[in-house]
T-cell receptor, first 109, second 116 residues
């Protein structure tokens, strides 16, 4: 079967750095997405990786290793507004999105 | 620019009742989809459409019906509601179809459905 694994919950301190990991086992791979979802709101797009390496976008960076079936989302200079769930999703060989259950990130002052 | 608009935001149904969740987008997106989100699980695809007049089943289609008569609208119908359909439902659209790699989805605000 297809599987996306992410930690259920993480806690970090305002101003610090946090890395949210995502491992996947899917039938084929056509890209990996990260979405942010604040409580009670819709998911919003953060990043897309299809090639190995690091993609940087402001305070957020996303890394992909296709050979290891692994990605991480790196958040720097954490702010209270970063408290949210972070969803990892893989586009499989049929171009269907397979979603992880999400990582709830709690930021403490 | 409204993006993706879903109604209603909240709904309580009794078992056996039917209802329609409305979804409309004003971005001229070809691809539209319905997901359900349950605690501890990833988003699960119910139905999707790659253009007007074309619909297909996702991972969990049973108990749901869709139609796509226009590019803008993609309603989701619950035929006979069951408690297992208690969930948060999201409509999402994207510029490209599923065969385009950077399939960035724009989501509606969600509809919280409770079936008693």
């Amino acid at each position: 079967g297809q599987n996306i694994d992410q930690p259920t919950e993480m806690t970090a301190t305002e101003g610090a750095i946090v890395q949210i990991n995502c491992t996947y086992q899917t039938s084929g791979f056509n890209g990996l997405f990260w979405y942010q979802q604040h409580a009670g709101e819709a998911p919003t797009f953060l990043s897309y990786n299809v090639l190995d390496g690091l993609e940087e976008k402001g305070r957020f960076s996303s890394f992909l290793s296709r050979s290891k079936g692994y990605s991480y989302l790196l958040l720097k200079e954490l702010q209270m507004k970063d408290s949210a769930s972070y969803l990892c999703a893989v586009l499989d060989s049929n171009y269907q999105l397979i979603w992880g259950a999400g990582t709830k990130l709690i930021i403490k002052p | 620019n409204a993006g993706v608009t879903q109604t209603p935001k909240f709904q309580v149904l009794k078992t056996g009742q039917s209802m329609t969740l409305q979804c409309a987008q004003d971005m001229n997106h070809e691809y539209m989809s319905w997901y359900r989100q349950d605690p501890g699980m990833g988003l699960r695809l119910i139905h999707y459409s790659v253009g007007a007049g074309i619909t297909d089943q996702g991972e969990v289609p049973n108990g749901y019906n869709v139609s796509r008569s226009t590019t803008e609208d993609f309603p989701l119908r619950l035929l006979s509601a069951a408690p297992s359909q208690t969930s948060v439902y999201f409509c999402a659209s994207s510029q490209g179809g599923t065969a385009s790699g950077a399939n960035v989805l724009t989501f509606g605000a969600g509809s919280r459905l409770t079936v008693l």
